[in-house]
């Protein structure tokens, strides 16, 4: 089946930890994207890519790296320096915003990370 | 920059009853789309609809209609005859822009409950 990938769906770390959540599609989709969600904030924009090796800050994007090395993967690591790292996840694609912008976006599960 | 506001948090009501869930959003482009997303206990977010900028025609899905108006900028959701399956977070996002930068931008979202 075609789809998102996140895993774990939930993660523990201690506070100062850095720590990688995974996301995987096999849409065939260019763009990809990460967003936090907290409760009564609805979800925020951290990062996005819409091409391979490329990508550009959210609005959320400090305490947050990426990369992107292949078109399926897109992994996002929390690092020591995020300041409030527990919250959802969600993680997402879409067919090249570059070139259309009439398509949707595919969201995964979502991992919940709690640092303690 | 752009902008997608749900003013509304949360909205209670009893099955069977209609219920209408705001969007106002903002943005500098002529050229954009509004996407309205469904986002179920399990936390994954569902597409329901998506209405490009030049279509202000309503539509109407089973239980669920869009009323788009341009000239108040305002994308809105009616849920007819509610039903208790119909309890979740109710996402509106616009994406604008298409090439490096262009986005998506949600709302904060409306937590609907349907009572029995």
């Known amino acids: 089946d075609g789809g998102i990938t996140q895993s774990p769906k939930y993660l523990f770390r201690k506070e100062g930890q850095n720590v990688t959540l995974s996301c995987e599609q096999n849409?065939?989709?260019?763009?990809m994207y990460w967003y936090r969600q907290d409760p009564g904030q609805g979800l925020r924009l951290i990062y996005y890519?819409?091409?391979?090796?490329?990508?550009q800050k959210g609005d959320i994007a400090e305490g947050y790296s990426v990369s992107r090395e292949k078109k399926e993967s897109f992994p996002l690591t929390v690092t020591s320096a995020q300041k409030n790292p527990t919250a959802f996840y969600l993680c997402?694609?879409?067919?090249?915003?570059?070139?259309?912008?009439?398509?949707?976006?595919?969201f995964g599960q979502g991992t919940r990370l709690t640092v303690v | 920059a752009q902008k997608v506001t749900q003013a509304q948090t949360e909205i209670s009501v009893v099955e069977k009853e209609d219920v209408t869930l705001d969007c106002v959003y903002e943005t500098r482009d002529t050229t954009y789309y509004l996407f309205w997303y469904k986002q179920p206990p399990s936390g994954e977010l569902v597409f329901l609809i998506r209405r490009n900028s030049f279509d202000e025609q309503n539509e109407i899905s089973g239980r669920y209609s869009w009323n788009f108006q341009k000239s108040t900028s305002s994308f809105n959701f009616t849920i007819t005859a509610s039903q208790v399956v119909d309890s979740a977070v109710y996402f509106c996002?616009?994406?604008?822009?298409?090439?490096?930068?262009?986005?998506?931008?949600f709302g904060k979202g409306i937590t609907l409950s349907v009572r029995p």
């Open positions: 996002a616009l994406s604008e822009a298409a090439g490096a930068n262009s986005k998506l931008t």
């Open positions: 890519s819409q091409i391979v090796n490329d990508f």
């Open positions: 997402a694609s879409s067919k090249s915003l570059w070139e259309d912008l009439n398509t949707e976006a595919f």
């Open positions: 849409l065939n989709h260019d763009a």
